[in-house]
């Protein structure tokens, strides 16, 4: 692998707090290493700004391996930036040149209100959970592991809808703000699995009542969310859950809505 | 004081039912009057926040992060043990109890130990329950792998993000308990300091992160579940924010400190590339079932690593431990690639790294698969692209993500790996309720000392976690509270809140007003250099003397020189940063005197001055079988001892030849 070095010109959003106006500032980094990470770039950054006296840029990162969904940036008009299936943690700075120029901003969405600079609050994701993006089993009451067999076509389906990492990059990509991937994925996962199974029709429902709430837009079958989700979430899911929504209004019966 | 591990009478396997059937219980009428307060969401953290809200007591829960789902579980990879012999291969809770108690080098308490390996089942159980996708065989039954230091298959796992898949189980039965009203998430809100009143734990004084503002919040107990301190070296698998300050502050309150020094070294991790690294990342210890770790047998090797023919290659773990081969513990595999590396065999630009080489189970897998699909004299292109079908699907997400990082393609060319800080088995001392010496104070997870002795086996530390939180604290928080059924809410008015509030501001004014030059960062990485060169994988009596002084001095740097921007009323993550470091510089300095009190070698613990002829850790059992409990004084810290006993085990010399 070859490594070099690099001089980039950054401009960076800036914004005090969710209240204030925020602008864009231009910043020079130099001699980035090909081998950093995109956000180890940033944090070559804000030593300087801390160096000069200045504010560093605040944003949002846990775990820098691409899993924990805190990081959120938006790199040249691209939810976590150029790379396919990637976090921004997880973008290395081997994706550019020399004398490049990046735009990086935070998640632009209503539902997603900006804290400060690149930080927004995503708290409106934990609400939609909060509404039914779970089983109820109280600990202590399950069955053993192995009384329900599962067919290992619907564990693996199911894994691949809970791949995803709450960041909201689906939310940020969609031009009506919508987080239907994100909702997709946690009925989706628990509708291919028996233990899902009592709550299949509240859970749908009420999970798509508290993101309108929230203030995120309808679905319009764009696709954006698929291309920039970092863990790959199949817009399959989507229909997945329409299925399961029509299936939960249209029934009726002891477990129907 | 004298320690009392207050563990229950009975034989091992009977201990933790009599404690059931003997604990006093507190009825649902007033657990609604009770409050608890738990500081950190991962799974020890989600789980019994979730659980006491399913009894009823009133729960808040804290964490830094922006949500609860983002604390560093999630980012747990290879699996979670549990004894259920589900592949029929000779597991039984004697077993997994024996391993993790010998994985520990006999320094962990049995009876806490044996109860982890009783619940191992049930976790796995609850997890089920919840939707955890966890693999599973074409019959539709639960599959499993083998893990270090063991010689059977009982770890359960969901693809490489076992942890992550856990943690969202949990993260759901909490909000779920957060819809009923039970329990409220604090997100962004980060505990400073404890209050004590009247010598009990009865509230927090923390910062929200967002505003800047000091809080106050109070409760009948308070649950730590803060998580470990492998921050204290900078670089290491753990998240940024990892750090010990609520354990710290505890302690200086009057919580014990235990085995400070037991620091886990993870032995397959990317190596360190340059000097702007800002962590590093785990490589999980299941790709060690088919992955090859070897070096050149020539030191001056220049050939690239797949023309190096097999008798010019040294699989030194094969070599030096035929019985487990690559399977070793994970002590035992990190020294050994430092000694290889240090004796001049290690490879890539830095020589501080070793192969991981999947050539072999690539071509193994890829023949079997030729094998079941009825092809006949497949030739090697067919093999190498059936196999690599199947080393993706068993380690696709691991290969992917070491990719990105290095830019190197593991189905190509070997990995290249190295020892890294990843789990500190010490922590907290606590007692057979997980209470700490502070009454009122309990602690579960990775922020207590309990389970893992001076080493933990892989897979483990998800099980304690799950064990801790949801089968665990929900009964011994209840014996506590039975005498509090009475005492009325406490009220954040008390001077005890004033005090403390006090000291937190006045500490964050210091902090802010040193103006000086240089970074928390700065600070960060200086501390971490003394600490991995001196207290690292092998540490010796003069190192950790000097390591001492070394701190001392940086300390002194740190209030001089430190410069903070930004302002204390807002929003300020280097503010953050700077008080976790502060506690980090102090806690440098107990983990070198408790390596330096500990002179023999156990576990991970690596005291030059205590090994075999063959260079493993030689334990001195007649003078060291016991944990060490740091209490704070303002004089100097003070070593307990709680000696530990053996009924089920007898101590010997940890061999995996």
Avoid at chain 1, 184 to 195: F, I, N
Avoid at chain 2, 486 to 510: G, M, N, W, Y
Wanted: proline share 4%.
């Amino acid at each position: 692998m070859e490594h070099y070095k690099m001089n980039l010109t950054l401009k960076v959003w800036r914004q005090k707090d969710k209240d204030s106006k925020g602008r864009f500032e231009t910043y020079h980094v130099k001699d980035i290493s090909s081998e950093m990470s995109f956000l180890e770039m940033f944090d070559v950054l804000n030593e300087q700004l801390i160096q000069e006296g200045k504010d560093p840029v605040a944003f949002d990162s846990d775990c820098r391996e691409g899993i924990c969904g805190a990081c959120s940036m938006y790199v040249d008009g691209r939810a976590h930036g150029p790379w396919q299936r990637n976090t921004v943690c997880q973008l290395h700075m081997r994706a550019y040149r020399d004398g490049d120029t990046i735009v990086v901003e935070p998640w632009r969405s209503a539902a997603f209100p900006v804290i400060k600079d690149l930080t927004v609050d995503r708290s409106a994701f934990d609400r939609v959970i909060e509404a039914g993006g779970y089983v109820s089993a109280n600990t202590g009451s399950a069955p053993d592991a192995n009384a329900i067999p599962v067919s290992k076509w619907a564990a693996e389906t199911a894994f691949d809808a809970a791949a995803c990492i709450g960041c909201g990059a689906c939310v940020a990509a969609c031009p009506n703000g919508s987080a239907a991937l994100f909702i997709s994925a946690k009925v989706a996962q628990l509708a291919y699995l028996p233990q899902g199974d009592a709550e299949r029709k509240t859970r749908v429902v009420n999970m798509m009542e508290q993101a309108k709430k929230e203030g995120f837009g309808n679905c319009g079958s764009i696709g954006n969310c698929e291309a920039e989700c970092p863990k790959g979430i199949s817009i399959g899911n989507i229909a997945k859950r329409n299925r399961e929504y029509m299936r939960a209004v249209t029934s009726t019966g002891p477990e129907g809505i | 004081m004298v320690l009392d591990a207050k563990v229950p009478q009975g034989e091992m396997k009977d201990k933790w039912q009599n404690y059931k059937d003997h604990c006093r219980l507190v009825s649902p009428a007033n657990k609604r009057n009770l409050e608890i307060i738990v500081i950190g969401t991962g799974l020890a953290g989600a789980s019994a926040a979730a659980s006491f809200g399913e009894l009823g007591y009133n729960v808040k829960a804290f964490c830094f992060q922006d949500s609860p789902r983002r604390a560093h579980s999630i980012a747990a990879q290879g699996g979670i043990n549990a004894a259920k012999n589900y592949s029929n291969d000779g597991d039984s809770i004697f077993r997994l109890f024996y391993e993790t108690e010998k994985g520990g080098d006999f320094r962990s308490r049995e009876s806490n130990t044996y109860r982890l390996a009783q619940l191992s089942g049930n976790i796995i159980d609850q997890c089920v329950a919840q939707g955890v996708p966890f693999a599973r065989e074409y019959g539709g039954l639960l599959a499993n792998r083998s893990f270090g230091g063991t010689q059977v298959s009982r770890t359960f796992y969901a693809r490489g993000q076992t942890g992550q898949q856990l943690l969202l189980g949990a993260y759901g039965a909490l909000q779920r308990q957060v819809a009923t009203g039970k329990v409220t998430v604090y997100s962004r809100h980060e505990m400073l300091d404890l209050v004590v009143i009247d010598g009990k734990a009865r509230g927090i004084i923390v910062r929200n992160l967002v505003t800047g503002k000091l809080e106050r919040y109070s409760a009948h107990a308070v649950v730590l579940a803060s998580g470990g301190y492998g921050n204290v070296y900078f670089l290491s698998t753990n998240a940024m924010g990892c750090n010990v300050t609520a354990a710290w502050k505890s302690h200086k309150r009057g919580a014990y400190f235990a085995n400070a020094c037991y620091t886990q070294i993870h032995p397959t991790c990317i190596p360190v590339s340059g000097d702007y690294q800002s962590k590093l990342t785990l490589m999980s210890e299941s790709l060690r079932n088919d992955g090859r770790i070897w070096v050149p047998k020539n030191k001056d090797e220049k050939r690239k690593a797949s023309e190096i023919p097999p008798e010019d290659r040294d699989y030194y773990l094969e070599r030096r431990y035929p019985s487990f081969g690559n399977l070793v513990p994970r002590d035992v595999a990190s020294r050994a690639a430092k000694e290889r590396c240090d004796a001049g065999y290690g490879v890539g630009t830095t020589k501080q790294a070793v192969y991981l080489d999947f050539a072999e189970a690539i071509k193994r897998y890829g023949k079997m698969e030729a094998h079941k699909a009825a092809i006949e004299n497949p030739d090697e292109q067919t093999i190498r692209n059936l196999g690599m079908g199947v080393v993706k699907d068993k380690y696709g997400n691991l290969f992917a993500m070491y990719e990105k990082i290095t830019g190197e393609n593991p189905y190509e060319v070997p990995m290249r790996i190295y020892p890294a800080v990843h789990y500190t088995m010490g922590g907290l001392w606590v007692d057979y309720e997980l209470e700490t010496t502070l009454p009122g104070l309990f602690a579960i997870g990775e922020c207590n000392f309990s389970d893992h002795g001076a080493n933990r086996l892989g897979a483990s530390s998800l099980m304690q976690g799950l064990a801790d939180g949801y089968f665990i604290i929900p009964y011994t928080i209840g014996n506590y509270l039975a005498d509090d059924i009475k005492t009325p809410a406490i009220s954040t008015k008390h001077p005890a809140f004033d005090e403390v509030e006090k000291e937190v501001t006045e500490r964050i004014q210091k902090l802010m007003n040193i103006k000086g030059t240089k970074s928390v960062d700065h600070f960060h990485k200086m501390l971490g250099k003394i600490m991995w060169d001196k207290c690292g994988m092998s540490r010796n009596e003069k190192g950790l003397t000097e390591a001492i002084t070394e701190i001392q001095q940086l300390r002194e740097e740190f209030w001089k020189d430190l410069r903070i921007p930004g302002e204390i009323d807002s929003m300020n993550p280097e503010l953050d940063k700077a008080q976790r470091v502060a506690d980090f510089m102090e806690l440098g300095e107990l983990m070198c005197r408790d390596a330096l009190d500990r002179k023999e070698s156990c576990g991970a613990h690596f005291r030059e001055e205590s090994q075999t002829p063959e260079g493993e850790a030689l334990r001195i059992d007649d003078q060291f079988s016991y944990v060490s409990a740091w209490e704070y004084k303002k004089e100097g810290e003070e070593l307990h001892k709680e000696n530990l006993t053996f009924e089920l085990t007898h101590p010997s010399q940890r061999s995996y030849k």
